[in-house]
């Protein structure tokens, strides 16, 4: 378990690629410098799309959190 | 008891569902069991895909519109009003102005798609599109100007309707300058929010290789945040400039607002089981095509077919049986890769597209099936 509080989450469970992506993407447009995002997602496809765009977009990928069934993604934007 | 149905949206979802309940019930219509209301908000269907063409000079506006009422069963009572309140707890309906509130017993929602540019600063002063009827045309006269220069057709609203609707006007473009002569004075570049230049990755990897042989560029993971109309610029989240003499954008896309002022959804998307495509939020409520949040494309096919499947429900509700029909996810979809060349997908929620090799065929196949529309529309095809 992580302690990060994240600023907003994006409940994307039950999308399939590249939804959750997208949905993240989109509560980053809106969140400020310095806030978190925490996307929670069951597509497969979220492990390597999200590290890959929080790259490539310079935010940070603080943590991973791995659920029952789903995964956490802690999401800084720069 | 008259059971009431009412239909919000009178685009490719409504008018087919109309129709096909107008067929399905019509015992019960004529004996005045049922009753059938499709509401929409001008007097006429609007046939979306055309818009593709009307840049190129191919089609006008008016080939993509047709009154509803020549397009809807008698059956069917069609109200043309703007519904400005959805209260599911009284299963009511309020409208704009002084028009009566209507009250119903069952609900489907098909508001389809808006458009949002301006969540984009910059992006309606300096942006083109042809996802309106306006801005086809307006592009229409862009293109016939333009000699030479950069094009970029950026897609930054997903989900967006007609998802191939992007790698189409990028393949026609290229196509079209070929053919006059000009395409090497214009260069072309094709940007896309993720890591592939389209959604599905079974279609991404057959366009890709296309695009590399017609001298497409390609910017990937490119977010716009911003156009600047003067330095023709646009700007993404990823820190990518781009120069444009032309911008083409596919703009961020919303449901209606009534919805999430309902509670059924974010966005204006209704969330629903994608089977059954039941409101998760509501009792006795539907919703289908752009609207019903499936994760499928914002496709007319989808829409159709989607229709058909809460018709049966519908149909079996009101008769007292269980409901079985259910929605497998199929889309099937035209994609044109030139001016006289298309391919083909059909898919669902458990296999995956597999396009068709591009061929003069298809393209013709494409064009025909534009014109048949009008009887899908009527619940005949």
């Known amino acids: ?78 | 008891m008259t059971e009431r149905i009412v239909i919000v949206g009178g685009g490719t979802g409504g008018s087919v569902l109309a129709n096909d309940l107008a067929d399905r019930l019509g015992p019960e219509l004529d004996a005045g069991d049922v009753e059938v209301t499709l509401i929409n908000d001008g007097p006429d269907h609007v046939y979306k895909p055309v818009w593709l063409y009307v840049p190129f000079g191919k089609r006008e506006p008016a080939d993509g519109r047709r009154a509803l009422d020549e397009l809807v069963d008698d059956a069917v009572d069609l109200r043309i009003d703007r519904v400005s309140e959805i209260d599911t707890d009284s299963q009511t309906l309020r409208f704009d102005g002084t028009a009566p509130s209507m009250e119903y017993d069952r609900l489907v929602l098909a508001t389809g798609s808006t458009l949002e540019p301006e969540q984009i600063p910059g992006l309606v002063e300096g942006g083109h599109d042809y996802y309106s009827e306006s801005g086809a045309t307006d592009l229409r006269e862009e293109l016939l100007a333009f000699t030479e220069g950069e094009i970029v057709l950026s897609v930054i609203g997903t989900p967006h309707m007609c998802p191939a609707a992007p790698l189409e006007f990028v393949f026609m473009i290229d196509d079209w300058f070929r053919e006059r002569g000009l395409r090497e004075d214009v260069e072309v570049t094709y940007t896309y929010p993720i890591q592939r230049v389209h959604g599905n990755p079974h279609i991404a990897e057959w366009a890709r290789p296309i695009m590399e042989e017609r001298d497409i560029a390609v910017e990937t993971f490119f977010n716009a945040e911003s156009v600047d109309p003067d330095a023709e610029t646009i700007t993404s989240m990823e820190g990518t400039e781009l120069d444009y003499d032309l911008l083409v954008s596919i703009p961020p896309h919303g449901g209606v607002d009534l919805i999430e002022e309902a509670g059924l959804g974010d966005d204006g998307w209704v969330d629903v089981d994608k089977h059954t495509l039941e409101a998760e939020a509501a009792d006795n409520v539907y919703a289908l095509g752009d609207t019903a949040d499936t994760g499928v494309p914002n496709a007319g096919s989808v829409a159709h077919y989607q229709a058909g499947v809460v018709g049966q429900r519908l149909a079996s509700e009101i008769r007292g049986r269980p409901a079985t029909a259910t929605y497998d996810g199929k889309t099937l979809c035209f994609i044109e890769t030139g001016m006289d060349s298309a391919s083909f997908v059909e898919f669902d929620y458990e296999n995956p597209p597999s396009p068709a090799p591009p061929s003069e065929k298809l393209h013709w196949s494409k064009l025909a099936y534009n014109e048949a529309y009008w009887l899908t529309a009527r619940g005949l095809l």
Not at chain 1, 52 to 76: C, K, M, R, S
């Open chain 1, 1 to 78: 378990m992580t302690d990060i509080e994240p600023d907003d989450t994006v409940d994307a469970r039950g999308a399939a690629c590249p939804g959750p992506l997208m949905d993240l993407i989109g509560a980053i447009r809106s969140a400020e410098s310095g806030e978190v995002v925490r996307l929670l997602s069951d597509s497969d496809g979220s492990l390597t799309d999200v590290p890959e765009w929080a790259e490539e977009a310079g935010n940070e990928l603080l943590a991973v959190e791995e659920l029952d069934d789903h995964n956490a993604f802690y999401v800084e934007k720069a």
